[in-house]
Structures are given as C-alpha cells and as structure tokens.
C-alpha cells in the first residue's frame, strides 16, 4: 500500500496498481454509514477523481461485508429533531453515493461481500460494475423497521432492476443473495467469495489498459442516453464524439486507426491499441 494516498478516520484507501480501493471502514457496525463516514467518502471520492494513478476505483467495505446501510443511530436518531443536522448529512450522503459516484470521471466497481443493505444499494447502482461474492446478502429492509427506501434507493432501484422485482424487494424487504443478484443482473455476476478480488481485478485491470478518455466519454455517454429520445441523443452523441477527439490527449482514435490500417500492429476487434 502506497502512503501518499488520502487519510480518513472512517474510510480506508489502498492501492492495487491504478487501481484504488476505497473501503467504508466501520467494520464493527458492519460498515453502517454514520455522517463521519458520508463526509469522508466525498473526500476519498474528490481525492481519487484527480490523483493521477488512480485509473479505476474499486467501492468496497472492511471486514467482510459491504454496508449495513444508513447507521440507525448517528444518521437517524442523532439527528431527530435538529433538522440543519439531517440536512447536512442528507447532502453529503447523496453526494458521495450517488452524485459524485455515478458522475465519477473514471471506471468504477462496486465489489460486494456479506451484508448489503438499505442506502448501501445506492453506491452499488451508481458504480459502473459490481460484482458480488455469490453468498452476498442484499436487502432492502426500510420496509421492516417501518420506512420507505428514501434518500433516492426506490427511483435508483428501478433504474436497473425490472419493476416487478423492484416492487417485490422493496415491499416484502425479503434478502437476495449475489448469485441471485446476477440472475437478476443487479449485478454484472457474482463468484465464490474467495475469489471475489482476483474476479474484480481481473476486471480492473482490462479497465486500466484502456484510454481512460475513452472510457470516461463511453460511460458518460451510456449512462446519459437513457433518459434521452433518439433524436436528443443522435445529437448529444456527434457532440460527444467530437468532442473526444477534442479532449483526448492520448489522440486515441488517430494512434488507433495508424496502428491498424498503416502499421498493421494491432485489431481493435481483439484488444486495446498500443498506448
Ligand atoms: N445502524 C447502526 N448500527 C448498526 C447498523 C446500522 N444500520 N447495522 C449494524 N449496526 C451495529 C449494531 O448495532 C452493532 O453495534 P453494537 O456492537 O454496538 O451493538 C454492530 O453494528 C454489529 O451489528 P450486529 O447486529 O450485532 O451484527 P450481525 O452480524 O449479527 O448482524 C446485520 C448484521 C444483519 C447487518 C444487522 O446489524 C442489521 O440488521 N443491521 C441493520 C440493517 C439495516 O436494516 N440497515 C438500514 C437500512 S435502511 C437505510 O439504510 C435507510
């Protein structure tokens, strides 16, 4: 582990070569999200959107699970009745789970083991990937202790899961597992939990090879076009495009196209071009 990485009192950060673990790290309250941990996951997040090795970063949790969701005591009961407090935490913790995680400029993976829950789901959707360990636990159990998946889980939950099993999990709060998850492809597939990590490097560091201009248009392109009609997004889509070739300061496209047409070194059906 490298030590000119950030340093935070409920978030851990390591690196794997460009790529960067950022690890909720209460692992005695099963990684329950407090307004500490909200606020030091928006600064891990700013740290690792502009340090320079950082090519993909991997959310995950300590001690064996992912999160247990909002923390009952220090987001909710602390904060009854002192509603400037719950603002506060209500915005840092949309801005790191959801704002600044599904706008992150780089690949991100949400690697998943044990407890999944509540607010914990929000990060999972907002990450590009997510793999779980096949014996993961998800759930979405505000409907057990008599509230609705607020913050923006029920809307983000419809984004990737089918209506029906998005109704089905958010009214009877029933768990599913991670092998039940990448039926349901909530997440892009679930491997035995000893082989969790190498599965997420694996795909890591196909990730890292790539042009991280290309990736970051590509993201950004496909998260965007969902909501968009097909003429707004054959418009939004040329701009894009163009406006790669702009931006991209690898010239990716041009290195590309004379690697294959002229040098004759590289396919880009089989693989990335030489960088
Ligand atoms: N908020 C606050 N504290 C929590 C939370 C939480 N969400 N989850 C776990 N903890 C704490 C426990 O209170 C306990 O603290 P203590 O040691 O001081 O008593 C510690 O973490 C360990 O928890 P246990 O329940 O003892 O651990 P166990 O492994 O048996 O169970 C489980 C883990 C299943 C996650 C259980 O703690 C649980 O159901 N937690 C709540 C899950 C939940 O519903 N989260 C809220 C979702 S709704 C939302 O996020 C808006």
């Known amino acids: 582990m490298s030590d000119d990485v950030?340093?935070?009192?409920?978030?851990?950060?390591?690196?794997?070569?460009?790529?960067?673990?950022?690890?909720?790290?209460?692992?005695?309250?099963?990684n329950a999200m407090s307004p500490?941990?909200?606020n030091d996951m928006c600064d891990a997040l700013d740290w690792a959107a502009e340090d320079d090795q950082t090519k993909v970063v991997v959310i995950t949790g300590a001690?064996?699970?992912?999160?247990?969701?909002?923390?009952?005591?220090?987001?909710?009961?602390?904060?009854?009745?002192?509603?400037?407090a719950m603002r506060r935490a209500g915005l840092a913790s949309q801005a790191w789970r959801w704002d600044k995680?599904?706008?992150?400029?780089?690949?991100?993976?949400?690697?998943v083991h044990g407890y999944c829950f509540g607010g914990g789901f929000t990060p999972v959707i907002a990450?590009?990937?997510?793999?779980?360990?096949?014996?993961?636990t998800f759930g979405l159990?505000?409907?057990?202790?008599?509230?609705?998946?607020?913050?923006?889980?029920?809307?983000?939950?419809?984004?990737?899961?089918?209506?029906?099993d998005a109704m089905y999990y958010s009214v009877t709060g029933d768990k599913f597992n991670g092998a039940e998850a990448a039926a349901m492809k909530f997440v892009n597939k679930a491997v035995p939990v000893t082989n969790l990590r190498e599965a997420t490097m694996e795909l890591a560091r196909k990730l890292e090879a790539k042009s991280p201009a290309a990736v970051?248009?590509?993201?950004?392109?496909?998260?965007?076009?969902?909501?968009?009609?097909?003429?707004?997004?054959?418009?939004?889509?040329?701009?894009k495009s163009d406006a790669l070739k702009f931006?991209?300061?690898?010239?990716?496209?041009?290195?590309?196209?004379?690697?294959?047409?002229?040098?004759?070194v590289f396919k880009p059906g089989l693989g990335e071009f030489k960088r």
């Open 247 to 264: 931006i991209d300061p690898e010239k990716g496209r041009e290195k590309a196209m004379k690697q294959f047409l002229d040098e004759k």
């Open 216 to 239: 970051r248009y590509t993201k950004e392109a496909v998260r965007s076009v969902r909501g968009m009609s097909q003429d707004q997004a054959m418009d939004y889509l040329h701009c």
């Open 36 to 38: 500490q941990l909200h």
């Open 6 to 30: 950030i340093k935070l009192e409920t978030v851990k950060i390591e690196r794997d070569g460009g790529t960067t673990f950022v690890i909720l790290n209460r692992p005695e309250k099963r």
């Open 141 to 164: 159990s505000e409907v057990n202790w008599g509230i609705i998946p607020g913050g923006l889980v029920a809307w983000a939950v419809t984004q990737i899961l089918g209506y029906r």
């Open 127 to 136: 990450c590009d990937f997510a793999i779980a360990a096949d014996d993961a």
């Open 101 to 111: 995680l599904s706008r992150f400029p780089k690949a991100t993976i949400a690697m």
């Open 63 to 84: 001690g064996g699970n992912f999160c247990a969701g909002q923390d009952l005591k220090l987001f909710f009961r602390a904060n009854d009745g002192n509603p400037k």
